[in-house]
């Protein structure tokens, strides 16, 4: 291979190529040139015979990079970049989403309405690319989008936050930006929710968001219906349901407190729900789940 050969970033290939860059992440993931190791990017045996290979700089670390003849690659060349994405498709993109959480955030935004007909386009989703659908099965309403929503700013802000706080890696290595990954917190609101609830659990936060999103009336830091100082982390007026996180490295203090809270509802015979930090990465199925039984549709 020629030392003089070109060779440019991800980034810089789905630039040439005129497509959306988490498009050509995704694609390059489903031909198995590249493969996700915690939250980085690896070349496989077949990335390296398309002449992918890493790039070292003091700013970026090690990245991946492309030789950039590769634009020319058929694969790469065939792709439709005015192909168009539904909130079900777009959970490529954001896997540890749910569509149904995809679509409340588009709503929340104020792109689509959700109405008994399904969800229904509105004139600020028009104006982001949106088009109004209708399923040939089952005749319920539905957005498509362009390609191009999944890389905006404020969509990858969004859905990002939303997505369960990833795990932290042993030994991670810096690279090229990672649009898979989660926007980082900033000192200045990342102890805040969606709607305005600043919580210091990250656990309790994915919680709030779900609820506000869901369309659940609910208050924070509740106190029991006992005369013991008492306090759940959420309650829900629709049910009278009091919620609890238990997170994973709550000191022995919070959780003896925790455990109070659920005798006391066991007692009195109140609605009770815990949620632990191993259903973070399920709480769409989990919430639905464990409210449907308390006679809570949402």
Not at 27 to 37: P, S
Request: proline residues 6%; contains cysteine.
């Amino acid at each position: 291979m020629a030392e003089s050969e070109e060779f440019v970033s991800t980034s810089a290939l789905a630039r040439r190529l005129e497509l959306p860059v988490q498009q050509l992440f995704a694609t390059l993931r489903d031909y198995e040139w590249i493969r996700r190791h915690g939250e980085q990017w690896l070349l496989t045996a077949k990335g390296e015979f398309m002449g992918g290979r890493y790039q070292n700089s003091r700013r970026f670390g090690r990245y991946i990079v492309w030789p950039a003849r590769v634009a020319e690659h058929p694969l790469l060349a065939a792709i439709e970049s005015s192909q168009r994405v539904t909130a079900s498709q777009m959970r490529r993109y954001f896997p540890q989403l749910q569509p149904r959480q995809i679509n409340r955030a588009l709503a929340e935004l104020g792109l689509q309405v959700h109405t008994l007909l399904g969800w229904e386009l509105t004139d600020f989703g028009k104006r982001l690319g949106g088009q109004q659908a209708e399923s040939e099965s089952s005749g319920a309403f539905y957005v498509s989008w362009p390609h191009e929503l999944v890389d905006h700013p404020v969509i990858q802000r969004e859905l990002s936050r939303l997505a369960p706080p990833a795990r932290p890696m042993p030994s991670p290595v810096a690279g090229e930006d990672d649009l898979f990954a989660g926007v980082p917190e900033t000192s200045s609101g990342q102890n805040c929710t969606l709607d305005g609830h600043v919580l210091n659990s990250a656990l309790q936060r994915q919680v709030c968001d779900w609820l506000y999103l869901a369309q659940l009336a609910h208050a924070t830091g509740r106190a029991l219906p006992v005369e013991e100082n008492l306090v759940a982390d959420f309650y829900l007026p629709q049910g009278s349901v009091y919620i609890d996180c238990w997170d994973e490295h709550a000191s022995p203090a919070r959780m003896a407190e925790r455990l109070r809270n659920q005798a006391a509802c066991e007692e009195l015979g109140l609605p009770y729900l815990s949620i632990k930090g191993e259903d973070a990465e399920r709480l769409d199925e989990v919430l639905l789940r464990a409210l449907l039984g308390f006679g809570i549709r949402c």
